[in-house]
């Protein structure tokens, strides 16, 4: 998204008004805002197990439902080229919500974005620490969504998951890999006041 685009708000404007949406309206966003979260969100963390310029632990996959632009299906995304490569084309609303415990939120969303670690290679590299630096990684990344979903006027949702069965339905590309987090991104359903 050019700069002259994103959103204005400050960091505390975000904060004030996010939330967790619990109803999403099977409203396209677009491939633009898709976009600009996912870059600002897998731009680096600077820990002390890993700098940010440093090969992440966690891999983005990603359920696209409705994104204007982008074929619904399963895609993989490529950081280096900042490019999302599609693994499987097709409408998985039904499937995602299965791989979210059996709930609307993850069907309804209009994009649900997995992060994935290879554990072994994460424990290899930083010995027991290795699972919670995964961890931890996912969930800054998946925080950074989350306030860019806000941002830009949209909702968010941290989801459980059916950890194996995330793994088979990105296999074989995901093949050896363990979900770590999952966020839901898309348009809210406006629910008015009820009245006193």
């Known amino acids: 998204m050019p700069e002259g685009d994103l959103p204005q708000d400050t960091i505390e404007e975000v904060v004030v008004r996010r939330g967790s949406t619990r109803e999403f309206s099977r409203q396209a966003i677009t491939l633009a805002q898709l976009s600009t979260m996912i870059d600002r969100a897998t731009r ?41 490569e599609l693994l499987k084309a097709g ?30 290679h994460a424990l290899e590299r930083f010995g027991n620490r290795g699972y919670r630096a995964a961890q931890l990684e996912a969930a800054i990344m998946g925080g950074k969504l989350y306030l860019g979903a806000y941002a830009h006027r949209l909702g968010a949702s941290g989801l459980t998951f059916f950890d194996d069965d995330v793994t088979e339905f990105f296999s074989p590309h995901a093949i050896g890999k363990s979900v770590m987090f999952l966020v839901a991104l898309g348009k809210s359903v406006k629910r008015g006041r009820a009245n006193a």
């Open 44 to 84: 680096g963390i600077e820990t002390d197990f890993q700098g940010p310029t440093e090969a992440p632990l966690n891999d983005l996959y990603l359920i696209v439902h409705a994104v204007d632009g982008l074929p619904p299906g399963a895609y993989f995304y490529r950081r280096w080229e900042r490019a999302l």
């Open 91 to 120: 409408d998985f609303r039904r499937e995602a919500g299965h791989l979210g415990l059996g709930q609307e939120i993850p069907a309804d969303c209009s994009v649900n974005v997995y992060f994935l670690a290879e554990l072994n």
